[in-house]
């Protein structure tokens, strides 16, 4: 019984500190690529994180406080002001965007980009077409059209 629960604090404990840890780390290899998906091609980082987008964004961030732990904003590094693209994407579509803590979150078509905390592995897409926090989370094509 002691073993279930240690185990179990330790997934609650991986999974509260992978997207922090997710988002700095792909900061610094910092890389917007397509891959094929259920969706079809779809948006993910360079370590095959899927990117999401939120339609209560308007050119600028409309997530912060519990929104931001749940749905980690994708943030450019510090020598990186932006990230590179993989083959399909457009450079033009990519950019960054200043939060009001002055970090740089990358966007794609003028869309601020995200992780979603329960994506824990390369591939995973748990909450497309999600409505939390006022608006609906979505993945995006390399178009930059998001998927309904």
């Not at 792909?26 to 339609?55: Q, W």
């Amino acid at each position: 019984m002691k073993l279930i629960r240690v185990l179990a604090v330790a997934l609650v404990a991986a999974a509260v500190l992978a997207p922090t840890a997710m988002s700095e780390e792909s900061a610094s290899r910092a890389t917007l690529t397509a891959h094929s998906s259920r969706y079809g091609k779809v948006l993910f980082d360079g370590r095959g994180f899927v990117i999401y987008a939120f339609t209560r964004d308007h050119r600028r961030s409309a997530c912060y406080g519990a929104c931001a732990k749940a749905w980690p904003p994708y943030f450019a590094s510090k020598g990186t002001p932006t990230p590179t693209v993989g083959p399909g994407l457009k450079r033009s579509l990519l950019s960054t965007v200043k939060r009001k803590n002055g970090r740089r979150q990358v966007t794609y078509a003028g869309r601020p980009l995200y992780y979603y905390v329960g994506d824990t592995r390369a591939g995973q897409i748990l909450c497309q077409n999600v409505v939390e926090y006022g608006g609906t989370w979505l993945v995006i094509r390399p178009s930059g059209k998001l998927v309904r």
